[in-house]
C-alpha cells in the first residue's frame, strides 16, 4: 500500500527525475563552441535551434508532471473494486467496491467536484463490487455486479432516486448472464455491457447484453454475431464512440493471461457483428480504468503485471485514438493502481482509489489527471 507520504515522495522523485533528464540532455547536446563563439549574423545555428528544443523540453517536463493532482480521500477508507460514474457534471457516485480492512460494502457516496467532498447515499441492499453502472438522462443505474464474500454475479437492475435518496428494482438481467466488469456504454437509452467475470475465480464471458432504459427491458434480440465478442474478456475497457461500441483489452482465464486486443460493433449495424480493430494496447492489461474524452480512451495502470518489483499492478497511461486507430504512450500515473474508476468530466479525468497490489491491498487516493 502506497501512504500519502510515499505518494508525495513519488511524485518529487517524478519531477526531479524529468528535470535532470531534460538537463542532461541538454547540456550533452551542447558543443562547447556554441557557448564561446557567437552564432553567424542572420542565421540561427542549428546548436542554438537544438537548445530551444531543449529548453523546452525543460519547461514541458514540469507542465506534464503538473497535469496529475489529489483530491479529498476516498470515504470508506482503502478500496478497491468500486465502480464510479458521472452523475451530473459536477457529482460523481461510487458504487460499492472491496475495502482493504473489511472486504466487500453496500455502500455508495456522492462526489462533489465544486466543494471536493465525499457524502454518503442511501445503501444498496446488498454488498455489491465490480458494479456495472451507467448513467440515462441523468438517471443513475446499477445492472447487477458481484455480490457476497464469494463476489458471485448479480443479475439484479436497480435505479437509483436522487430527489428520495432511494433505491429501486427493476428487472434482471436473465440469470445465466450475471456477471461484474463489463465494459460500459449508452447508446440511444439503451445500455450496453459486454464481457465480465460471473464470480471471483469464474469465467470471462463474451456476452453482451443491453438494457432499454425506455421500455424497462432487456433486449432478447440481439443478433448472434452482436451478441458474443470474438473471445471472453473480464476486467477489459471501453465504451461508445457515435455509434461505435469498443471493448478494451482485459484477460481471458487467469488473470495473468493479459490481452491487446481492441473489439468494435456498429450499433447501427448489429447484424455485421464484432470485428478486431488494428491498434493493439501497447502495455498488455486487465483491470486498468478507462475514461473518454472526444473520441479517445484514456487508459490508466491495470492488474496482471509479472515483474517481480510491480507487485503485480501497472502504472502506464495509455492512449486509444479511435479516429487513427493508433495508441499512444503518456507516462505514468504517480501510484500504480488497479481495480479503480477512471470518469472524464470537463476535461479531467477522476480517478477515485484502486488496488495498489494484487489481492487486498488498496488506497484512498483520489487522483485526477488532466491530459
Ligand atoms: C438511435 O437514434 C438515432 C437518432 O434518433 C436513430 O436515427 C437511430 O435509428 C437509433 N438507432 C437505434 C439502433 O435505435
Ligand atoms: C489466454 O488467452 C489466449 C488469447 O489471447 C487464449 O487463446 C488462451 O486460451 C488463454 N489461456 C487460458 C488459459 O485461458
Ligand atoms: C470546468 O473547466 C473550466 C475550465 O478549465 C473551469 O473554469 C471550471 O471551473 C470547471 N468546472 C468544474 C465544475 O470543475
Known amino acids: 500500500m502506497a501512504s500519502p507520504g510515499t505518494r508525495d515522495k513519488y ?23 556554441s557557448l564561446l563563439s557567437a552564432t553567424q549574423p542572420g542565421a540561427m545555428s542549428s546548436s542554438t535551434l537544438h537548445l530551444l528544443l531543449c529548453c523546452c523540453m525543460l519547461v514541458s517536463s514540469f507542465a506534464s508532471a503538473a497535469s496529475w ?21 459536477t457529482q460523481l457516485v461510487s458504487v460499492g467496491g472491496v475495502l482493504q480492512q473489511g472486504g466487500p460494502i453496500s455502500s455508495v457516496y456522492l462526489y462533489d467536484l465544486v466543494k471536493d467532498s465525499w457524502k454518503k447515499l442511501a445503501s444498496l441492499p446488498v454488498t455489491i463490487n465490480h458494479a456495472n453502472v451507467a448513467v440515462v438522462d441523468g438517471k ?28 429501486t428494482t427493476l428487472a434482471s438481467m436473465p440469470a445465466s448472464e450475471a ?14 455491457l459486454a464481457s465480465g467475470k460471473t464470480k471471483s475465480g469464474g469465467e470471462s464471458v463474451a456476452t453482451v447484453s443491453a438494457f432499454d432504459t425506455a421500455s424497462g427491458r432487456w433486449l ?48 447501427e449495424n448489429l447484424a455485421a457483428g464484432w470485428s ?18 472526444g473520441s479517445k480512451f484514456y487508459t490508466f495502470g491495470g492488474e496482471g ?64 489527471f488532466t491530459p
Open 69 to 89: 493532482r489529489t483530491l479529498a480521500r476516498m470515504p470508506a477508507g482503502n478500496i478497491h473494486e468500486h465502480s464510479v460514474v458521472a452523475l451530473t457534471p
Open 140 to 167: 443513475l443505474y446499477v445492472l447487477g455486479g458481484m455480490t457476497g464474500s464469494g463476489w458471485v454475479g448479480n443479475p439484479t437492475t436497480w435505479l437509483y432516486d436522487q430527489a428520495a435518496d432511494k433505491w
Open 220 to 267: 432478447d434480440s440481439i443478433p448472434a454475431k452482436a451478441k458474443n465478442l470474438p473471445e471472453g474478456r473480464d476486467h477489459g475497457g471501453g465504451g461508445i464512440v457515435g455509434t461505435k461500441y469498443y471493448q478494451i483489452a482485459g484477460s481471458l482465464g487467469p488473470l495473468t493471461n493479459r490481452t491487446d486486443t481492441v473489439f468494435v460493433l456498429d450499433l
Open 305 to 368: 503485471n509479472p515483474l517481480a518489483s510491480s507487485n503485480g499492478v501497472y502504472s502506464e497511461v495509455e492512449v486509444y485514438d479511435t479516429t487513427t486507430d493508433t495508441w499512444a504512450s503518456l507516462g505514468r500515473m504517480p501510484v500504480a493502481k488497479h481495480g479503480s474508476y477512471a470518469v472524464a468530466v470537463n476535461g479531467s479525468i477522476y480517478i477515485p482509489g484502486g488496488g495498489t497490489a494484487s489481492g487486498t491491498p488498496a488506497t484512498d487516493i483520489f487522483d485526477v
Open 179 to 192: 456477471r461484474g466488469s463489463a465494459v460500459m456504454g449508452v447508446y440511444n437509452k439503451t445500455v450496453w
Open 276 to 293: 478486431r480493430a488494428k491498434g493493439r494496447m501497447p502495455t498488455p492489461r486487465r483491470g486498468f480504468a478507462t475514461a473518454l474524452i
Open 11 to 33: 511524485r518529487v522523485y517524478i519531477y526531479v527525475h524529468d528535470f535532470f533528464l531534460a538537463l542532461l540532455f541538454t547540456l550533452t547536446s551542447l558543443p562547447s563552441s
